[in-house]
């Protein structure tokens, strides 16, 4: 059997990897970004100079070798699924009995007046790394980055690392609301001011200014303020990386359709990682989850429907991390920005420090749905055991330090969270740190 996978992102590496682990098909991965796969959520780390780029690649450049999987580094223009050929940039073409779609996502651009002068672009690849690089090495003045997510704050912090003066547009009121409640939300804005950026909360790009040589000069926001600058990072969002597809019969509606095996439209062609979209996701969830494990979770099952078994692709329960500067977020499960009704979300805020816990839970239940942590961590095992089990809020709250990384932290404002919590719902719970451990080890047990 002749499987191509293209895309070599965490997706197409992992489905490589475990196809070899399952059979001795060839194996070919073809990818133009870089030879060999790398760590894309490090990129900024290679910026600020705690890794070097070697450091960010997966696995040593002989493994490949080694477990005979041919790596080409080219762009795939094109698809003849008819002929099962996949035509490269050059004029060669490889043909596949298997072939699986991993190509990822591409950064949001809307149109805007000057988005394709010299200064601006988005951080996503290699190649917008390497231009950054270039772009400070001559001089960058003053950045300004448009569109507060995840990856807005990262490039925010890459050039605050360099003392580049940055300027943050974001169109919402309050930073990332769509995604954050209210209280997570105020404190990273605040974090992201504290650090010296101007963030310019409702505000939008208009356009941007050429200098009269295709490079930027200022931009123009939609209130009239014109601010000069060298620099413009677009981090609005990204999408599925599949324009090269259109002109074929593949299904694509925002990213590539497949069920929940992950086929698409076409025999024998499986699509994964952020270029695919779930026809029926699971309740709850999006058709498009672009987050590093959900690409390698569905590459265990491609790799597994690739070598003849017949597996459903389950997203388990939701989860993300991220960094703001400092305070590093992690989520589990189901935590709504907003309040919504049968579910009661309980929080508590350090008065001084970028820290918070935030759970929610079902009112008639009292099952425990979702956790937001702000500089706090905690363990993903057990929060997961606690949400997929529907454990009960005052259980989850006796044994809450059960769940952190850091017993300090609760030998110092653990009282606090319980006194806030019993205040909140005129309840008598306390702490019972004893029983951590058997409490724990019986969910796992349960959990399978
Ligand atoms: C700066 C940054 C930070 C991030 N941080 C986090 C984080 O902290 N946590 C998290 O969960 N997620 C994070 N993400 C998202 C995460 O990196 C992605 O969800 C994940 O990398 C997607 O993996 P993938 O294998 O589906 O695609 P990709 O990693 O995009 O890999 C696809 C590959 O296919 C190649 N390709 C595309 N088209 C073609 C073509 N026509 N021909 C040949 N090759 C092609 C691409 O060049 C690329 O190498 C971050 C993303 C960025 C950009």
């Given at each position: 059997m002749n499987v191509i996978i293209i895309g070599n992102g965490i997706a197409g590496t992992t489905a490589a990897r475990f196809i070899r682990k399952q059979s001795d098909a060839k194996i070919t991965m073809i990818s133009g970004e870089s030879t060999y796969p790398f760590s894309r959520t490090a990129l900024m780390y290679i910026y600020m100079g705690h890794m070097k780029y070697d450091h960010t690649k997966l696995y040593e450049d002989g493994f490949w070798a080694k477990n005979n999987i041919d790596l080409i580094e080219k762009w795939v223009d094109h698809i003849d699924f008819d002929k099962k050929e996949v035509l490269l940039s050059g004029g060669s073409s490889v043909s596949y009995d298997k072939l699986i779609i991993a190509t990822g996502s591409k950064p949001n651009k809307f149109g805007w007046p000057g988005e394709n002068l010299n200064g601006v672009q988005g951080l996503y690849h290699l190649q917008d790394l390497e231009k950054m690089e270039a772009a400070s090495a001559k001089g960058i003045k003053r950045a300004v980055i448009v569109g507060g997510g995840l990856i807005g704050v990262?490039?925010?912090?890459?050039?605050?690392?360099?003392?580049?003066?940055?300027?943050?547009?974001?169109?919402?009121?309050?930073?990332?609301?769509?995604?954050?409640?209210?209280?997570?939300?105020?404190?990273?804005?605040?974090?992201?001011?504290?650090?010296?950026?101007?963030?310019?909360?409702?505000?939008?790009?208009?356009?941007?200014?050429?200098?009269?040589?295709?490079?930027?000069?200022?931009?123009?926001?939609?209130?009239?303020?014109?601010?000069?600058?060298?620099?413009v990072g677009l981090t609005v969002g990204v999408s599925p990386n599949v324009a090269f597809l259109k002109s074929t019969n593949l299904n694509i509606n925002r990213g590539i359709q497949v069920n929940e095996y992950l086929e698409t439209n076409q025999t024998d062609v499986f699509a994964i990682g952020d270029c695919a979209e779930l026809s029926k996701p699971s309740p709850g969830r999006r058709p498009i989850e672009a987050v590093w494990y959900a690409g390698r979770m569905m590459a265990q099952v491609a790799a597994a429907n690739v070598t003849g078994k017949k597996l459903a692709y389950d997203p388990g329960t939701w989860f993300n991390s991220a960094k703001f500067f400092d305070i590093e977020y992690q989520v589990y499960g189901d935590i709504s920005p907003k309040e919504t009704d049968g579910v009661s979300q309980f929080y508590w805020e350090h008065p001084e420090l970028p820290k918070s816990v935030r759970i929610a839970f079902d009112t008639q239940t009292l099952a425990v749905r979702g956790f937001n942590l702000m500089?706090?961590?905690?363990?993903?095992?057990?929060?997961?055991?606690?949400?997929?089990?529907?454990?009960?809020?005052?259980?989850?709250?006796?044994?809450?330090?059960?769940?952190?990384?850091?017993?300090?932290?609760?030998?110092?404002?653990?009282?606090?969270?319980?006194?806030?919590?019993?205040?909140?719902?005129?309840?008598?719970?306390?702490?019972?740190?004893?029983?951590?451990l058997s409490f724990i080890r019986k969910l796992m047990q349960t959990n399978g």
């Open positions: 990262e490039m925010a912090e890459m050039f605050h690392s360099r003392h580049i003066p940055v300027t943050f547009l974001v169109r919402e009121e309050s930073f990332w609301n769509p995604v954050l409640p209210e209280g997570e939300s105020l404190m990273v804005g605040k974090h992201i001011v504290d650090h010296g950026i101007d963030l310019r909360l409702g505000e939008e790009l208009s356009e941007i200014v050429d200098d009269g040589d295709g490079n930027v000069k200022s931009i123009k926001t939609k209130n009239g303020e014109e601010i000069e600058c060298n620099f500089g706090i961590r905690y363990r993903q095992e057990v929060c997961t055991s606690w949400i997929e089990n529907k454990v009960n809020i005052d259980e989850v709250m006796t044994n809450l330090k059960a769940a952190n990384f850091d017993p300090e932290f609760f030998k110092m404002y653990e009282e606090d969270m319980i006194k806030a919590f019993n205040k909140q719902y005129s309840k008598t719970i306390s702490s019972q740190g004893k029983r951590k």
